[in-house]
């Protein structure tokens, strides 16, 4: 665990593993894992006025305004300043990654390039536990009970928007809503991509990545590995 605070944001397509890939970093580093999905569904249980109206954006499959996702999840950042941690789902947009600029300095930057092939694999047999957001697949991760949340007992669903034919049309507006945000970070220089169909072989060159940034974030400097694309 770094003595100094790190900060680092995972972006990617619709099922590209920033989840999974999130939960790893805030588990082998000791991280704060921060989920913006995790924060909207709690905001909706909570029913809190922004929770409120973010529902009414997510029940029609839209994304949440970015005012109300900065009013959301900024206040909690900045209650944050003493944790170094990893968050997911956020920015989304170039208005999200400026007002989060605004608000704090970021370590490093992952962008999950994964192919449209496996993106749609993926998301075929992925299930989600609605009220807490854990995740499973099927095949790489399958739940204990067939169809169970492994903590609450509850059902998994699969959601709709997780069927290809919906993935495609999410995919280009991902695409375009990112680019400047990958714009943004890379022009910072603390973008670091990565590319394959296999979140096992990717994991150990984001972890040698971290493991290089945590003590330069400490005040001793480290050669980056030789795996990260610094781009
Ligand atoms: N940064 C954001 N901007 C706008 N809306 C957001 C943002 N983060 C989350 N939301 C809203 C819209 C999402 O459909 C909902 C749930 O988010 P999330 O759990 O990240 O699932 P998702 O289906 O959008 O992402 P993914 O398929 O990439 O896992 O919350
Ligand atoms: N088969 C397979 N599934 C994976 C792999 N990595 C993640 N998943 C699953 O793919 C789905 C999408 O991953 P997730 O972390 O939710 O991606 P996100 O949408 O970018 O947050 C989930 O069901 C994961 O369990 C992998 O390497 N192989």
Redesign the pocket.
């Known amino acids: 665990m770094a003595n100094r605070i790190f900060r680092a944001v995972v972006l990617?397509?619709?099922?590209?593993?920033?989840?999974?890939?999130s939960a790893r970093i805030a588990q082998s580093f000791g991280l704060q894992h921060l989920s913006s999905g995790d924060f909207v569904r709690e905001n909706i249980s909570a029913s809190t006025e922004a929770g409120i109206l973010a529902k009414t954006y997510i029940d029609k499959d839209l994304l949440v305004p970015d005012c109300v996702m900065t009013c959301l999840l900024l206040p909690r950042l900045e209650q944050m300043t003493r944790h170094s941690w990893v968050l997911?789902?956020f920015p989304r947009t170039l208005a999200q990654a400026t007002a989060l600029n605004d608000t704090c300095s970021l370590d490093v930057v992952i962008s999950?390039n994964i192919p449209l092939e496996t993106l749609k694999?993926?998301?075929r047999?992925?299930w989600i536990h609605p009220a807490s957001g854990r995740?499973?697949?099927m095949?790489?991760?399958p739940p204990q009970v067939h169809g169970m949340d492994d903590i609450s007992r509850e059902p998994l669903v699969q959601r709709d928007e997780d069927k290809p034919e919906a993935l495609v049309a999410r995919l280009r507006h991902y695409k375009d809503i990112a680019k400047p945000v990958i714009d943004l970070y890379r022009s910072k220089g603390i973008l670091h991509s990565f590319s394959g169909?296999?979140?096992?072989k990717i994991w150990p060159y984001i972890n040698s990545l971290i493991t290089g940034k945590i003590p330069e974030v400490q005040g001793a400097s480290q050669t980056l590995p030789l795996h990260s694309q610094e781009q």
Request: charged share 25%; hydrophobic share 20%; proline share 7%.
């Open positions: 990617g397509p619709p099922g590209s593993g920033k989840g999974t890939i997911d789902g999950l694999e993926r998301l047999h992925r995740v499973y697949n095949e790489f991760n169909t296999e979140t096992n």
